[in-house]
């Protein structure tokens, strides 16, 4: 069986320099989205959602994790969005770690018509918010702002958005036709990288500055970079890369990242400039 390895990110915390902590393993796992690939054949998502939350369960430390694309398809009877939620956490939650406010946001947030698959042929795995998840962000933040820190993990980064327009494309809009509409979209979201095609982008910016978030952790694109000060709030967007091999094995290496937090700032996010801390099979790369 194959395993599909989301972006996995490791919080050190330190609330205070010489304060007791549960040592240089990391305080929490944050794995935003792609847990399972649910994308091969029908039945997928029965056999892959338990596989994958008993790996989880060797972890010694607390694992928060917000859904993908991979995760939430609609493959015929295999509800992915309903798999997600049985076996690991709600679609969109928050949760205190101490003096830190952590939120999870749900980018893939499309009504049932544009997450429908048929084994590679889905419809979409761009981003997308609805406004009711907006709201919802919205007054989290607001009700968070004594928090030491604010941070926000998600799939895909609003702040990445793709160079294809695919909104007029969305089946919902055009259910007369959803066919057509399936295969225009896996024709050319082969060739486009669907980062962000969706609504709510520029809200969910606007959000991030307004509920004064510290840290935007994100995954999707399959390899790191970090990018300071998106906002006038002074946001940082930290992009992690996918834990396993794929089509852009020559472009990035899979990895994990482990972020350093001391008295409310990050002291260290990065193995080297702004790249993962490398994960190789068999100890080096194909």
């Known amino acids: 069986m194959r395993y599909w390895v989301p972006p996995l990110v ?16 990391g305080d929490l ?14 039945g997928e998502y029965p056999l892959e959602y ?21 995760d ?9 969005e309903m798999y997600f939620e049985r076996y690991f956490a709600p679609l969109r939650y928050s949760f205190d ?14 009504p049932d018509e544009d997450r429908l698959g048929f084994s590679l042929i889905v419809s979409t795995w761009g981003g997308q918010v609805s406004e009711e998840q907006l709201d919802w962000l919205e ?53 486009k990288d669907q980062k962000w095609v969706g609504d709510g982008r520029l809200e969910m910016l606007d959000i991030l500055n307004t509920g004064e978030v510290d840290l935007l952790l994100a995954g999707h694109v399959h390899y790191d970079y970090v990018e300071e000060d998106i906002n006038s709030y002074g946001t940082d967007e930290v992009v992690t890369t996918s834990g396993s ?28 400039e702004d790249y993962s801390v490398p994960i190789y099979i068999n100890g080096y790369p194909p």
């Open 29 to 42: 796992v944050i794995r935003s989205g792609d847990i399972v690939y649910g994308q091969l054949y029908f």
């Open 50 to 70: 338990p596989i994958t939350h008993d790996i989880l369960q060797e972890l010694d430390v607390p694992v928060f994790i917000g859904p993908g694309n991979h």
């Open 97 to 110: 770690y101490g003096p830190f406010h952590f939120t999870s946001a749900n980018t893939y947030d499309w």
């Open 10 to 25: 490791i919080i050190s915390i330190e609330v205070c320099r010489g304060c007791p902590r549960t040592g240089s393993a």
């Open 72 to 80: 939430g398809y609609l493959m015929a009877e295999c509800d992915g």
């Open 139 to 191: 007054a989290d933040l607001a009700a968070n702002q004594d928090s030491l820190m604010r941070m926000v993990f998600c799939h895909h980064s609003p702040n990445a958005p793709s160079d294809w327009d695919a909104g007029m494309w969305t089946i919902h809009d055009n259910a007369e036709y959803p066919y057509p509409q399936l295969y225009l979209r896996l024709l050319f979201g082969l060739v």
């Open 245 to 272: 091999f794929d089509v852009k094995a020559g472009e990035a290496y899979p990895g994990y990242r482990m972020i350093e937090i001391t008295d409310g700032s990050v002291v260290g996010m990065s193995y080297k």
